[in-house]
């Protein structure tokens, strides 16, 4: 005989003897052992007293089992005069109802539960969407398709055609550590005197980037060391000579890119950002 049909026996000589109400907290410990709720072993005791009812007319009709078994509770009910005469309650039909309304108190309080659950998931999932959202455009903002630029720049002339004299372009803008900074020039001054000079201003610090004159063209490039706001001045100075070639310079093709290492990265950061 295993452990459950045990349990039935022993129930079932409870119900006969009339001791379920002194035995159940002993049934009930054993049924948690063997993994059944409380619920369960209310169904094992209806079910047992339901068999020795079927098999014996004459059995005890004393046991009431609403969902949750109180023995506390287990009472004779007091007979109600009617006309003079007597009449006894229905303790079954009592039982049953006081069953009923507890299983469907308990159905509506699992509801709502689970719609308070359910909206609160739902709140959840709305706010991590967005989150996943607003983190989505900002990688799309990072990321660059076929290399293309961060930054472009419209391309500049000097303007200045008389001798001591100054022209300029400033382009500011935001980087990250890492990125590149590209641009094209020409040159056609006057050789050692008439320059081409680009300066960086970041940070307070100023640094001169590249000094060009006389007849020259070609691309330079820098890398940037640090994140933040920088300024980049392109400037054409005249000395108080005379001038020579065209006396002009040109600067074309202004870029910044971001390499895909920082743009790599700065994804990484902005995923695990909470």
């Given amino acids: 005989m295993n452990s459950l049909q045990m349990l039935v026996s022993l129930i079932e000589t409870a119900i006969k003897e009339r001791t379920l109400d002194k035995l ?28 020795i009812e079927d098999s014996n007319d004459d059995s005890d009709d004393d046991l009431i089992l609403p969902f949750i078994y109180r023995p506390d509770i287990i009472k004779q009910d007091p007979e109600i005069k009617v006309q003079d005469k007597q009449v006894v ?40 969407l967005d989150s996943l959202e607003t983190k989505m455009d900002k990688i799309k903002s990072i990321a660059q398709i076929d290399n293309a630029p961060v930054y472009s720049f419209d391309p500049w002339t000097s303007t200045n055609k008389q001798n001591n004299t100054k022209s300029n372009k400033d382009y500011s803008f935001t980087i990250q550590r890492g990125d590149k900074l590209s641009f094209d020039y020409d040159v056609s001054t006057e050789l050692g005197y008439d320059e081409l000079n680009v300066y960086l201003y970041a940070n307070s610090d100023t640094l001169r980037l590249l000094t060009e004159s006389g007849i020259a063209s070609g691309t330079n490039t820098h890398i940037f060391d640090n994140s933040g706001d920088v300024t980049v001045r392109f400037e054409y100075s005249k000395d108080d000579s005379y001038s020579k070639d065209k006396d002009v310079v040109e600067i074309s093709n202004i870029n910044v890119y971001r390499p895909y290492n920082v743009q790599i990265n700065e994804i990484k950061r902005i995923l695990n950002d909470d």
């Fill in 89 to 128: 309650r229905n303790k079954k039909g009592y039982g049953f109802i006081i069953s009923l309304v507890i299983v469907l108190l308990m159905d509506v309080g699992i509801i709502a539960m689970c719609c308070h659950r359910a909206q609160i998931d739902s709140r959840d999932t709305h706010k991590s």
């Fill in 24 to 51: 159940y907290g002993d049934f009930l410990e054993e049924a948690l052992k063997l993994g059944l709720s409380s619920y369960t072993l209310n169904i094992l005791i209806v079910n047992t007293k339901k068999k």
